[in-house]
């Protein structure tokens, strides 16, 4: 059973156009979701979260949205570098003494000249 | 700070083979994660410790999998005997104490080590 989902594999935006980045959970228990980047041959690397309580946080390029009822969430990048090629994880927490992360399949961003 | 240090980075083995990793965490860090991330797929986590005490361990395949922290620092993680669906990149993850975390509430991972069984 996939509770976090990201539905596009694949995603080519252009250097200074807007990327965004899709993530679908299911179950409604989580509270708390972040997006990780991922280079090849690293680990991934904490981006950007979200609370539940929140429906918006904004860091410098990175925003993500969470639309609670539609259980969606979504990460734009603006304006998009080449350097934010790389692939892209959503993750869904419980707070507190349950904390753990479910993964979404990612999306490999690729940002083009 | 430096980060999560896991090794090694890369081992091949053949199936019905063994194999061991290690993992130690950023200092202080009381909760350590073990996660599977086959090819195409997100990480999958297969255990979690508090200090040196197992929290979470329902996906780990106890049949040939095992893991420890002793001293509730450093980890190991091993593999006795190896299938060929084991193939993956193992990533280890440690997370600061409530008291220590700031306003973020992620885990830190480190690069990973990527097992190929033939």
């Known amino acids: 059973d996939q509770q976090v989902k990201q539905n596009s594999p694949s995603l080519s935006v252009q250097e200074g156009r807007i990327s965004i980045l899709n993530c679908d959970y299911t179950n409604s228990m989580f509270d708390y979701f972040l997006w990780y980047k991922k280079y090849p041959a690293e680990g991934p690397t904490f981006l950007i979260s979200?609370?539940?309580?929140?429906d918006k946080n904004e860091d410098g390029r990175f925003t993500v949205f969470l639309n609670k009822s539609a259980k969606h969430l979504s990460l734009h990048i603006v304006p998009s570098q080449p350097g934010d090629s790389a692939v892209y994880f959503c993750?869904?927490?419980?707070?507190?003494?349950?904390?753990?992360?479910?993964f979404g399949t990612g999306t490999r961003l690729q940002v083009t000249l | 700070e430096a980060g999560v240090a896991q090794s090694p980075r890369y081992k091949i083995i053949e199936k019905r083979q063994s194999v061991a990793f290690w993992c130690n965490p950023i200092?202080?860090?009381?909760?350590l994660y073990w996660y599977q991330q086959i090819l195409g797929q997100g990480p999958k986590l297969l255990i979690q410790f508090q200090n040196n005490g197992v929290v979470d361990d329902s996906q780990l395949p106890k049949d040939r999998f095992s893991a420890e922290r002793l001293k509730g620092v450093d980890s190991t993680l091993k593999i006795q005997p190896a299938k060929l669906e084991d193939s993956a990149v193992y990533l280890c993850?440690?997370?600061?104490?409530?008291?220590?975390?700031?306003?973020?509430?992620?885990?830190?991972f480190g690069p990973g080590t990527r097992l190929t069984v033939l």
């Open positions: 993850a440690s997370r600061p104490s409530p008291s220590q975390r700031g306003t973020h509430n992620e885990q830190f």
């Open positions: 979200i609370s539940s309580i929140k």
């Open positions: 993750a869904a927490d419980f707070t507190g003494t349950a904390s753990k992360l479910t």
């Open positions: 200092s202080g860090h009381a909760t």
